[in-house]
């Protein structure tokens, strides 16, 4: 399985990063707008940990001066 994700880079230069999803058809290289856009679905996590884990993504964001933000700050 190969796992996937995105990266968002906000106008002021913010850098989102989504992992274990499955990227929208033709979203990749667009704009996407908060509320209106689905980036992508989550992938199922089950094939690769055969032990179980609970399917879920992975989400890393960066000011545009490389200071990590704690993502349960900015996702409501």
């Given at each position: 399985m190969v796992l996937s994700g995105v990266e968002?880079?906000?106008c002021d230069?913010?850098?989102?990063?989504?992992?274990y999803m499955q990227p929208s058809?033709?979203?990749v290289?667009?704009?996407?707008?908060?509320?209106s856009s689905i980036i992508g679905t989550a992938k199922t996590?089950?094939?690769r940990y055969?032990?179980?884990?609970?399917?879920?993504?992975?989400v890393?964001?960066?000011?545009r001066y490389g200071a990590k933000v704690?993502?349960?700050t900015v996702i409501k």
């Amino acid at each position: 399985m190969v796992l996937s994700g995105v990266e968002i880079v906000a106008c002021d230069g913010t850098k989102c990063w989504v992992w274990y999803m499955q990227p929208s058809v033709n979203i990749v290289g667009t704009v996407v707008k908060v509320g209106s856009s689905i980036i992508g679905t989550a992938k199922t996590l089950k094939n690769r940990y055969k032990n179980g884990i609970t399917d879920h993504v992975h989400v890393r964001i960066h000011t545009r001066y490389g200071a990590k933000v704690n993502p349960s700050t900015v996702i409501k």
